[in-house]
């Protein structure tokens, strides 16, 4: 083998590398960010609702507005559900692949 072909044949070699290590850090991105975005629908939507109906719940009463804040917190389930789906998917085919 000629020094010109093993020097080509390492530079694909290190190219294929790095390719592999920027799609693996982009599925452990897209999982890290699906939960940044599950963690801010939480925390702006589902956290008030609970804590309205924990403290409603603790002092023995059903709050006035029991069904509108269900609808509230249902409105964003689906979402909740899906991004931790994807995060999860993502982790695991970031770990496979490693």
């Known amino acids: ?16 590398a790095t ?3 920027r799609l693996k ?4 991105e897209l999982a890290a960010l ?10 702006r939507v589902s956290k008030p609702v609970n804590t309205t109906l924990t403290t409603a719940a603790l002092a023995d009463r059903v709050p006035a507005d029991a069904r509108q804040l269900q609808a509230h917190w249902d409105s964003v389930i689906n979402a909740r559900v899906a991004l931790q789906t994807l995060a999860l998917a ?9």
């Open 34 to 43: 699906a939960l940044i975005t599950f963690i801010v629908i939480y925390n």
């Open 25 to 28: 850090f982009s599925r452990w």
């Open 90 to 98: 993502g982790l695991c085919v970031a770990l496979a692949a490693t």
């Open 19 to 21: 390719k592999a290590r």
């Open 1 to 16: 083998m000629s020094p010109s072909r093993s020097v080509t044949a390492n530079r694909a070699a290190l190219t294929s």
